[in-house]
């Protein structure tokens, strides 16, 4: 782009300057679109985008400069002395929207040259550009740039602008005979490493980030500038045509690497225009911005891509599928770059070592060379596919790595629809691959684990095309951290890791059963592909995935029980999870309902394993230590019932060896309690046996000894002491919460008194368990030592009897955490009992605490979903998903009271930013919820209770 201005030496030519600069600046910026209004055209976006802010800036310097020196001050003589040179991403020629200005004032005087600096920034910073600048000379350049990385990057992206040309000439010759010289490069590509290390360290590590930085992120635009970096300092040239002339790249990986940039361009120009600034990280808020601007809508990608349309009315202007759809977009970008820069480093980096290498002939196209596995002739992957795999079985047996050069021949050929579709006709290749999936082996892979390998090589998306659709697919939430298909591969290598053994500190019972496997290649495939049905969209993937999961397997040769075992897997892979988490395992309906979804003890056993190797993997802190109990438990009831263990006929349950350990552990860990006397030792002990004769099993056997005698100690004191509220914390086995004990008579609101004084505390409650026992011998069953309540009574209990709630919570602060919690009890004492004393009303005190929030980060948006199931023994049970916020739980728990239901059971589940709270519930006189009316009730009180949170301003 030009200005309609010619040169003059009057000085009223900086204010036109000035004036068609602005001009031309505003259309640049009415290009991009400010909020989620899909572009006219985004093409206009990215890359192009760039390149004319950068043309514009070029017009600017050259009037300028030409203006200036016409002018005669400082003089001509020395205006022609020196040389103005783009850098950085102005030197690479393109600009992003509100990048700077980033030059270069090369000149034979520095000290003289300094008259000229400031003619040209003072004009540049009254039209509000922001220069980066310096004045230097090329000894000062060359010598910088030998131990200062950003001097010696900045002359790969040097770009003479205007002034003496000679200069930069001069000053690239000196460069390309000296640090970029072909003896130097190695050190220069190495410190070229150590900064991708450095900043990949500082801004995540992962090119699968939730809120990723388009520029200096792993898989961003700064990776693309460090391959063109050893591309320019190897072969002299940086741009990808030019690296395809050079034989550095074909022309695929040229034309993926581009769209890949393209991708990054728009999205980070757009960040630029919504913020009015220069930042470069996509937020939840902002992606759905983007995802609307680059048109991505239902059943869409890009604009271009699909059809637009204008949303339903009750629809939200931006779907989180669309914007799924743009982050897939985006990893697989990444991901593209991610490559690239290991492609291009590795080929950019020269071999200067004079010593003879070994080379071996392992037959059939396999050698090792120089301790890696390679092939005698790459033309044998077009005459003999399988030897892709070939080579990489052979790498796995010996414990060496792929050469360089094999595995860029291996990518390259994977990219080919020929290729890919010879491979998949090849028996050799089908028995290879199956092997090779299910190697618990630790190797010596680049890429570290053997699915890993597969799948960055391209052969795992050669055997099983069907897997592609899902490569860098996203959950638009803050629980599932990463794409599909980085989390099925992860998710087999937790298999291995737990075939091996070397979890067994963490993860015990998981360690013992993956070595007792009898069809261990069936459970590798069936976890590889136990979410391959997301490649669809929609809710069932679990069965989308199965019956795509057959015709996969069948086509790799798997034996037809097998293949109907594995799609069964895939079939219930969420079910154990569901029931662990969101039912009460202490009640016989729900152990006898799950053990008639797998079949028989082996495939309990690989259901588990399965379920163990997906959750621990969604995210770094998915399996927290209270879901793998919840799954432990789940896995050893059900064993138990389908091995018939309890003869007697008597209600499904733990086994009795449990028990007994729980029961002496407690017993054991009271003598640790301080005591004053003997006297009151015997209190505590007489008092703990009538206690764990009160509790449920599942209370004996979710709980630590510690603190089970610990709660026993506290409801002692509470009974004792007549307090109407007692509050401790007690020994956590959740190292991520303080568990608090909270003991009081039991009565109808309890449970929403407590949770409104939490949420007062400024608590987030990331779990519970509610019990109710008798509180004296007169309660006890058939004579014996205390009556067993499970859960929270109704409101009319048997005539006599005294109930006592002891309900535990495993809380965080939420500015400070768990070690902000013991501040906070004396309050909360104070709280609940004010409540429950009618001082205040649990809506008013939790109503305190959301006034006082501070807003939080955008999140993604999550869909309230209520189910209501009458299928258990005995109480309804109801299950509520939807946004965590504050006040939630005494929300809904103070609804459910409001009702007339009584509690009897709660299990809260924290998935990132969404809770999945189940409550078992019965009415008053202890009947479930009626079919109807009243379940229709229910769910719609539950319904404007939410959202009456969200009107009330409450944030999350």
Known sequence: MSFDLSP????????????????????LDRTVPSGPTPAADPSALGVA???????????????????????????????????????????????????????RILARDAQRAGAIADALLYPLWDMGVTVGHQVVTVDDLVEGAREDLPTATSLLDWRHVVGDASLSESLWQRAAMGIFAHSELPRFIERLGKEISQRHERFGGSVYLLEPDVKNGAGGLRDLDVARWAAKARYGVGEFDALVRFGALVAREAEEIRGAAE?????????????????????????????????YSKGAGPAGDGQKGAPAPDEPAVSPEAIERMMSDYYRSARTISRALDVIVSRATPTLTRRRRRDEDLGRGVRLFDGCITMSDPDLLRTDPA???????????RGVPLLPYARGAIVRAAGDAAFCAALRESPEAAERFRTLVATCKETALQSGSVVRELHDLGLLLAMIPEFLPVVGRVHHDVYHVYTVDVHSVAAVDRLAALARGELAGEFGLPCRLAAEATRPTMLFFATLLHDVGKAIGGT??????????????????????DVDEACHLILKHLVMYLIATRRDLDDPATISEFCQEVHG???????????????????PTSMTSWKARMLDELYLSADAALRGAREDGGPLGIDDQRMARAISGTVAALEDLPAANDAERRAQRDFLARYLASMPERYLLANSPAAIAAHAELARQQQCGGNSVSVALVPSRHPEAAELCVVAPDRPGLLAAITAALAASRLEVHGAQIHSRACDDASADDGGGG????????????????????????????GEGVGGVARGIPKLMTDIQAVLSGQISGAELAKKRRGGALRERPTPKVRTQISIDDRASHHTVIEVLTR???????????????????????KINTEGTRVADVFYVSEADGAKLANGKRMQEVEERLHAVLQGLDGEGSVG
């Open 263 to 295: 991708m990054l361009w728009r999205i980070r120009n757009l960040l630029h225009a919504h913020s009015g600034r220069r930042t470069d990280r996509l937020t939840f808020d902002e992606q759905e911005l983007c995802a609307g601007a680059l048109g």
């Open 601 to 619: 003890r082996e495939g309990l056993r690989d259901l588990y394993l399965l379920t163990v190797a997906d959750l621990s993997t969604t995210s």
């Open 387 to 397: 030897i892709a795999l070939r080579l990489v079985s052979e790498a796995v047996e």
């Open 49 to 103: 985008l760039g390149r004319r802010h950068a043309r514009l800036l070029d017009d600017l310097l050259v009037r300028l400069f030409q203006l200036l020196r016409e002018s005669g001050t400082p003089s001509r003589a020395a205006w022609d002395s020196v040389a103005i040179a783009g850098v950085g991403g102005y030197g690479r020629g393109a600009v992003a929207l509100r990048s700077d200005l980033d030059v």
């Open 884 to 906: 965590d916020r504050p006040g939630l739980l005494f929300a809904i728990s103070d609804a459910l009271y409001q009702l007339g239901l009584s509690i009897s059971v709660a």
């Open 8 to 27: 003059t030496s009057r000085p009223s030519g900086l204010a036109e300057l000035r004036a068609a600069y602005t001009r031309e600046r505003a259309n």
């Open 540 to 561: 069932d993937h679990s069965r989308r995935g199965a019956e795509m999961a057959r015709k996969i397997l069948e086509r790799l040769g798997f034996p037809p029980e």
């Open 787 to 814: 009556g067993v309540l499970r859960g929270r009574a109704s409101s009319s209990p048997p005539a006599g009897v005294r109930l006592q709630a002891v309900d535990l919570f495993w809380v965080r602060d939420r």
